[in-house]
């Protein structure tokens, strides 16, 4: 139990498009997802926490004009990156919290989308 | 201003031996330290947490170990294996408000030689 999917894994675009990565929780509802991103060889840096229903929280240093999220479900949750740029491409990486049981911290975390922007 | 500290940066283990991953936090507010397991082009994996009212936890290889008044805790897997080459990842989140945000540690590349 606890999956995330993502989709696409991977996605090439031409610099000046917009792209969207699909988050789902597949067997739980989730409370939260988070976006995460991270660049080869580094940590995971949270840019963004959305909760069901409502405007998602931005880290400090993100742009939510560019990284637009929307959390429509308990289940879905989704990221535009409009008007990419070389520069934004990157891993980027889902987690979900669920609603009930466990320790309610915990994430789990979806495989991850691979952007290269051209 | 980094709050949770991981290291080393990169660890060598032979097949069989010990490896150990420390991490230091400095927000006392955390009431939750989970390890990830990644490996390259995946997501992260959580492989064992632990809550601050309890000084150790195993499960299988991997124990974690927990000192609340060092404000540290470590990584120990025993018996390393080949297959248990990655990168693992501390972390700490605090319950409630702060929407159970989870801070990450910079890394650890684990590589057991056969």
């Known amino acids: 139990g606890a999956v995330v999917s993502q989709h696409p894994s991977w996605v090439i675009c031409k610099s000046g498009t917009s792209v969207k990565i699909e988050c789902r929780s597949l067997?739980?509802?989730?409370?939260?997802m988070f976006w995460y991103r991270q660049f080869p060889k580094q940590s995971l840096m949270l840019m963004a926490t959305s909760n069901e229903g409502s405007k998602a929280t931005y880290e400090q240093g993100v742009e939510k004009d560019k990284f637009l999220i929307n959390h429509a479900s308990l289940t879905l949750s989704t990221l535009t990156v409009t008007s990419a740029h070389p520069e934004d491409s990157s891993f980027y990486i889902c987690s979900a919290r669920s609603l009930a049981g466990g320790w309610g911290n915990e994430q789990f975390f979806g495989p991850g989308t691979r952007l290269t922007v051209l | 201003q980094q709050q949770v500290k991981q290291s080393p940066q990169s660890l060598i283990v032979q097949k069989g031996g010990i490896s150990i991953i420390n991490c230091a936090y400095e927000n006392t507010a955390f009431d939750y330290f989970p390890w990830y397991q990644q490996f390259p082009g995946k997501g992260p994996a959580l492989l064992i947490a632990i809550r601050p009212d309890v000084s150790e936890k195993k499960e299988g290889r991997f124990t974690i170990s927990f000192n609340k008044s060092a404000k540290q805790f470590s990584l120990h897997i025993m018996d390393s294996q080949p297959g248990d080459s990655a990168t693992y990842f501390c972390?700490?989140?605090?319950?409630?408000?702060?929407?159970?945000?989870?801070?990450f540690g910079k890394g650890t590349l684990l590589t057991v030689n056969p």
């Open positions: 067997d739980f509802q989730a409370t939260t």
């Open positions: 972390a700490a989140s605090t319950s409630g408000g702060s929407n159970y945000k989870l801070t």
